[in-house]
């Protein structure tokens, strides 16, 4: 079989291209999109299909040190979820934090062919790596987490902001980073360090003498200077909590007009008094993220039902087991980050799951502008991604909707406006949020999209008027070029490379950095910095201001 | 000593779980032998010294006949999809590379596989899956705790560097002091090397961890013990009470436990008690708890493992897919209950370790042994593979006893394969048999894209 294919005709949606739904021939060659194959190419016949981009997952927590113990933690979650093997694939478990093969598959079984891990400490990036090599079919990155090291803020403390840049881009470069990751600014020296304490506010002094603010605009200025092709990924202070929609609009206008990324905007959404149950306040952050295209975000919807909580923001996995009272993880890694982990249920009795769920909704639904509000469920921190086909059908189907409304908290209803809400996304609007949106916010040109040079990641859905169906199996998914999946079934494996930047920094910034690490990790400097044998396949994306 | 000498700095030591990352090794290329290795305690320096490479032995052999290195991985290959309850066991003594092929062949066969973590701190493990752990990397210890608490461990004499690196002596960012600004406590019910260190050194009567660890459970809630605790456990009440104190004003808090705690009465109640403790000071300060586990790379087994299959050691695979049970899956099990009828054994030596029943079982059956040296369990093997040690002779990760990777950095060349080399080759014959044995049984695989047009 020669490597050339051609899809003919299903209708195709590639909103980057300003395709919607036209019946198109798309052609394959040697892993890229091209503009005609040869006659002899391979032919799928998508006659009564869906032809979209491969998923690109712009936020979850899929591979390393943290999701790894997750795993450990519940093989009381896996066992009712196993995932057999076939002569072409590698067995595992699911759960809401699946192995690593049955994470690439199910991905896979979903459309999507792209991945990033939102939170990984440097000292876990080979980790990391090692399980991305493990985890097949779609391309993967991650976010390394240097909101919290101490020797960044430390130079930050003494504005050295040159050294503060190079030392940014030489721990990308150590860790094979896509972008930098801040959770909870400032907020880790309290937990480890003046007894599980926390921040609270964006303009609290540290008594490190460092604001939450200083912190994000900093790591703004400096990826914005370097040109990233994703700005710092922020999870903002005052996760869950009760009016902390305040935090959030101050951390988007800490950005100015430069780009930054809102994780699991959801939670981040709320008004009403601290200590009390929250209010939707949905509306105003979509009026700021709407009127500001400097700004991206992920939704992090909740679904209801089993998930788990992984997060590098401690403090608040340590409120949640108030909660919950079951089992718990703490981790604090040396320098770098805190860490929690709790299994957690959302359940539609509850008014604060039922609000966060409408909350979800209510973003997604409101938003004018979908390529930068992003389908998410903060994997598995609101849900599992197992859920996107639900997901789509909630924001696709009104009827459903409002029959799920049904079951939920009727007094959480009453403080957002999820039921005055009449908006149906279209499949278009749906390509735009699980594919052109995430991969445009990513900087990613060859994905999201179907145009002449594109990667070849393809799916191609029976079209059915049940969403969540349509979207729970697509028939075909082509990774690379290559038919992974046929006709529902695995027909062969692979998989996928590793998505990560290599800023330019100058070499003695390592001079700067060395002396920190020998007083204060407990590895070796030399033995710090991943080295090339981790990356197996991989793209560097490239960096450098962007003249648009 | 010659004068062709090469030194690697930066080295790892991979004999212990404190998988010490700082080795200075003077290599003499000609004899093929480490002559000095700065940095390593007597256990380090031992591991290295008495490194030297057998370069006659065979390679490979079947039945203790020299055989070719592809002879043998075929005949490995088809003893293994032959068996219909293969096991595999060992995996704490070679790098993660090589323990994600063994996982990868023992799922395609359908075996069993299993790690060293079920005869050490398998109950650790299990007391993890039930309450959690508060923990953190041993940087954060150094920088950070002001009481230190062993409990059922000798690391003097098993971790030998574990004070001086990591938790006892130490100078870091919050202990400037390095031991003047920590308070040592030695659990143990026995008198050892590792005592002088302590501060506080407390000898509770044996198999009575777990009644001492509930009853300061019960003291840091602030509940009352009844008075005849002394008689129960061996420790007075004012000690209790006074271990209670500290461990809620502290600032930050560490409980390390050895085997001492998850190998005697009790086992995994026993760990389970201790992560419960620690996790409950954390409504009142900062605490973590870590296991001091032992050999040099079993804690990136359990990683390996857990990132495969969702579960860390213990797991089969005869239903086509993860299944976790300990005291079944486990290898002392599966060989005493008879049930495994060829088994592969990766750097680990069952034959002088286990129990009688379990060796005698195991010397019933194929063997394929990888190995750096000849064993109890090598000499009886089917099918022996000579290996080259990791981190001296090859590269790879290791995973320090608190989950932090680190790269090795190899000092002289083997002869002999890695791990990693022959169970890739095991691994593609295998994937080969298994397909082959699948397209025989009359299902297709073929791809089912539609055909040209
Ligand atoms: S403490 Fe352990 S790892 Fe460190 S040198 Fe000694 S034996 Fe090797
Ligand atoms: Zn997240």
């Given at each position: 079989m020669s490597a050339a294919m051609r899809i003919v005709n299903g209708k195709v949606y590639d909103p980057a291209n300003n395709i919607d739904g036209k019946i198109k021939e798309i052609c394959i060659q040697d892993g890229k999109i091209v503009d005609s194959v040869p006659e002899d190419a391979t032919v799928i016949d998508a006659q009564g299909m869906v032809i979209m981009p491969g998923g690109v997952d712009i936020h979850c927590h899929i591979a390393g040190p943290k999701v790894n113990a997750a795993r450990k933690l519940q093989p009381e979650d896996h066992r009712h979820d196993v995932h057999p093997g076939t002569p072409f694939t590698r067995s595992g478990t699911g759960g809401t934090v699946p192995s690593t093969f049955a994470t690439g598959y199910r991905y896979a079984t979903l459309g999507y062919t792209t991945a990033m891990e939102a939170a990984v400490t440097p000292i876990g990036a080979r980790h990391t790596l090692e399980e991305f090599h493990d985890t097949p079919v779609i391309d993967k990155g991650f976010y390394v987490?240097?909101?919290?090291n101490i020797f960044l803020q430390n130079l930050l403390r003494e504005k050295r902001m040159e050294e503060f840049n190079e030392a940014v881009a030489w721990w990308i470069n150590a860790t094979k980073a896509y972008t930098v990751k801040l959770v909870n600014p400032g907020g880790d020296e309290p937990w480890k360090g003046k007894k599980n304490s926390n921040v609270s506010d964006i303009d609290e002094q540290t008594d490190e003498g460092l604001t939450p603010r200083q912190i994000i605009e900093a790591f703004i200025k400096s990826v914005d200077k370097q040109g990233f092709p994703h700005p710092p990924h922020i999870h903002c202070n005052n996760l869950g909590h009760s009016g902390n929609y305040i935090t959030t609009l101050e951390t988007m206008k800490t950005a100015g007009d430069m780009r930054a990324h809102i994780a699991h905007i959801q939670f981040h959404s709320y008004g009403g008094e601290l200590g009390k149950n929250p209010v939707s306040k949905a509306a105003e952050i979509v009026d700021y993220v709407d009127n500001h295209p400097n700004i991206t975000c992920d939704v992090g919807q909740v679904m209801f039902g089993k998930s788990t909580i992984m997060t590098a923001d401690a403090p608040l996995a340590y409120v949640l087991k108030g909660h919950s009272k079951g089992k718990w993880v703490n981790a604090d890694t040396e320098c770098e980050s805190g860490c929690g982990i709790l299994p957690f249920n959302y359940q539609e009795h509850i008014y604060m799951h039922t609000l966060q769920w409408a909350i979800g909704l209510e973003i997604f639904l409101m938003a004018k502008d979908p390529w930068r509000v992003i389908l998410s469920t903060d994997h598995p921190n609101g849900g599992s991604f197992m859920n996107y086909p639900k997901l789509i059908k909630l924001l696709m189907d009104k009827a459903f909707r409002h029959e799920e409304m049904k079951r939920v908290n009727q007094k959480a209803l009453e403080n957002c406006s999820l039921r005055d809400l009449d908006r149906e996304f279209t499949l278009n609007e749906i390509a735009i949020i699980t594919r052109a949106g995430p991969a445009r916010a990513l900087g990613l040109k060859n994905k999201g999209h179907l145009g002449v040079?594109?990667?070849?990641d393809i799916t191609i859905y029976d079209e059915m008027d049940d969403k969540e169906m349509m979207f729970n199996a697509p028939r075909y998914v082509i990774k690379s070029g290559k038919t992974i999946i046929g006709n529902h079934e695995f027909i062969t494996d692979f998989i996928g490379k590793l998505l990560h930047i290599t800023p330019e920094y100058d070499k003695k910034i390592e001079e700067v950095v060395q002396p920190f690490f020998e007083s204060y990790y407990s590895i070796e400097f030399s033995n710090y910095a991943v080295d090339d044998?981790?990356?197996?396949d991989h793209e560097i994306i490239a960096t450098g201001k962007a003249s648009s | 000593m010659t004068e062709n000498t090469k030194i690697i700095e930066n080295a790892t030591c991979t004999f212990c779980g404190c998988v010490c990352d700082d080795m200075i090794l003077t290599v003499d290329l000609d004899e093929k032998k480490i002559i000095k290795s700065k940095n390593a305690c007597v256990l380090g320096r031992a591991w290295f010294a008495e490194h030297t490479i057998e370069e006659d032995a065979p390679a490979a052999m079947i039945d203790g006949k020299e055989v070719s290195i592809e002879e043998a991985i075929e005949e490995a290959a088809q003893t293994l999809t032959k068996a219909k309850f293969p096991i595999t066991y060992g995996?704490?003594?070679?790098?993660c590379e090589a323990q994600r092929q063994a996982v990868a062949i023992t799922d395609r066969i359908k075996g069993n596989i299993d790690t060293t973590t079920s005869v050490c701190h398998g109950p650790s493990g299990l007391a993890f899956q039930g309450v959690g752990e508060s923990t953190s990397t041993l940087g954060e210890v150094k920088n950070r705790a002001d009481l230190v608490i062993y409990w059922g461990g000798n690391p003097a004499e098993s971790h030998p560097r574990h004070f001086g690196r990591y938790a006892v002596t130490p100078k870091g960012m919050?202990?400037?002091?390095g031991k003047k600004d920590r308070t040592v406590v030695l659990v143990d019910v026995r008198k050892t090397k590792s005592s002088p260190v302590a501060d506080i050194l407390i000898r509770p009567k044996p198999g009575k961890d777990f009644e001492v660890l509930w009853a300061l459970r019960a003291l840091v809630k602030g509940k009352k013990l009844s008075d005849d605790i002394e008689e129960r456990t061996g420790v007075p009440l004012a000690v209790l009470q006074d271990l209670s104190d500290r461990m809620k004003n502290c600032r930050f808090g560490v409980l390390f436990f050895g085997m001492g705690l998850t190998m005697t009465r009790g086992r995994h109640f026993n760990s389970g008690a201790l992560l419960a403790l620690a996790t409950d000071l954390n409504e009142f300060t900062h605490f973590v708890a870590k296991p001091v586990r032992g050999h040099g790379n079993v804690t990136g087994a359990d990683n390996v493992v857990s990132w495969q299959t969702g579960y860390p050691f213990g797991v089969n695979f005869s239903r086509g897919y993860p299944r976790f049970n300990p005291g079944e899956f486990t290898t002392v099990d599966t060989l005493a209950n008879a049930h495994a009828d060829a088994a592969m054994i990766i750097a680990s030596d069952p034959a002088s370790n286990f129990p009688k029943k379990a060796i005698q079982h195991l010397k019933s059956i194929p063997i394929v042994v990888l190995d750096t040296k000849c064993t109890e369990t090598s000499k009886d093997a089917h099918v022996a593979f000579r290996t080259s040690t990791y981190g001296i002779n090859t590269t790879g990760t290791v995973y320090r006893m608190d989950d932090v990777p680190i790269t090795l950095r190899p000092a002289f060349e083997s002869p002999f394969p890695d791990d990693e080399t022959i169970l890739k080759g095991i691994n593609k014959r295998v994937n080969e048999l298994m397909l082959a044995k699948h397209y025989a049984s009359g299902a297709s695989g073929e791809v089912k894209v539609a055909a040209p047009v």
């Open positions: 987490l240097l909101g919290e040079g594109a990667d070849a044998s981790y990356l197996h | 995996l704490s003594d070679t790098t919050f202990t400037p002091r």
